[in-house]
């Protein structure tokens, strides 16, 4: 059974940093690519990152020199470290990955910014 737990959203000032952090379970993680996406209040979820198995990544512009994602393999966790955050980076923020044809998301984790 596979399970993506994250962790790490809250409530930040414009211009602070957040790292987000998803726990996968009941997948050979380290074969997978990894992704987050966000889905703010009316709006459609995107895709904000994705790391593949040997590591590649890529972003959306939005989010371009602004937010890193990467993974510990021995951790079975991937990470997305958010710097200069704006206003319309609030959303919850969802883990996801796909086996076998199947999709897979966490429950999301909340991230406000706000002054």
């Known amino acids: 059974q596979v399970q993506l737990v994250e962790s790490g959203g809250g409530l930040v000032q414009p211009g602070g940093s957040l790292r987000l952090f998803c726990a996968a379970s009941?997948?050979?993680?380290?074969?997978?690519?990894m992704d987050w996406y966000c889905q703010a209040p009316g709006k459609q979820r995107e895709l904000v990152a994705s790391?593949?198995?040997?590591?590649?990544?890529n972003y959306a512009d939005s989010v371009k020199g602004r937010f890193t994602i990467s993974r510990d393999n021995a951790k079975n966790t991937v990470y997305l470290q958010m710097n200069s955050l704006k206003p319309e980076d609030t959303a919850v923020y969802y883990c996801h990955t796909v086996r076998q044809t199947q999709h897979y998301w966490g429950r999301g984790t909340q991230v406000t910014v706000s002054s």
């Open positions: 009941g997948i050979l993680f380290r074969f997978y690519v």
């Open positions: 790391i593949s198995s040997g590591g590649t990544t």
